[in-house]
């Protein structure tokens, strides 16, 4: 038995060990905002937070985050900086086909509770490890300087 904090809740799951993470909040939790994308942590999809920080769900195995806090994109409207990241992504219209959407979106948290006024050239470096198979990355970097602006002025 391995107990999870998944989005601020105790979970406790009976699972290999080595399952990967991804397939824990996918299969195991139902909580499919996750997504799998490559499964070799190089496109980005399955980003989620580990005690803050972005970590590729599809390659981590669960015993790695047991009694660490997982956060998913499934939390990120309770967290003022993923809401004021997902209203920029709406208001940029930056989805397209949208399966890359909620990992850009956790690696974008990430970079603005780390970097909260990034250069254009940090966003590009923050964002490289997330691949959008539309090209959407013009309107990534404007959301997130939007939401840059945005909480640098209070704002929500």
């Given at each position: ?34 997504k799998f994308g490559c499964g070799m942590a190089l496109c980005g999809a399955c980003t989620v937070h580990v005690d803050g920080a972005p970590v590729r ?100």
């Amino acid at each position: 038995m391995t107990r999870l904090q998944v989005n601020g809740q105790a979970k406790d799951i009976d699972v290999p060990e080595d399952m990967p993470l991804l397939w824990v909040l996918r299969d195991e939790l139902g909580m499919t905002g996750t997504k799998f994308g490559c499964g070799m942590a190089l496109c980005g999809a399955c980003t989620v937070h580990v005690d803050g920080a972005p970590v590729r769900a599809c390659v981590t195995p669960v015993s790695v985050v047991a009694g660490r806090a997982v956060a998913t994109i499934e939390a990120m409207a309770q967290d003022r900086v993923g809401a004021v990241v997902q209203r920029a992504w709406v208001e940029n219209n930056v989805a397209q086909c949208g399966y890359c959407q909620a990992g850009q979106i956790m690696s974008a948290v990430n970079l603005l509770k780390t970097t909260p006024q990034p250069s254009d050239s940090e966003i590009d470096e923050a964002m490289s490890g997330n691949i959008c198979r539309c090209g959407t990355y013009a309107r990534i970097r404007a959301a997130i300087q939007q939401a840059a602006g945005r909480l640098a002025r209070g704002g929500v």
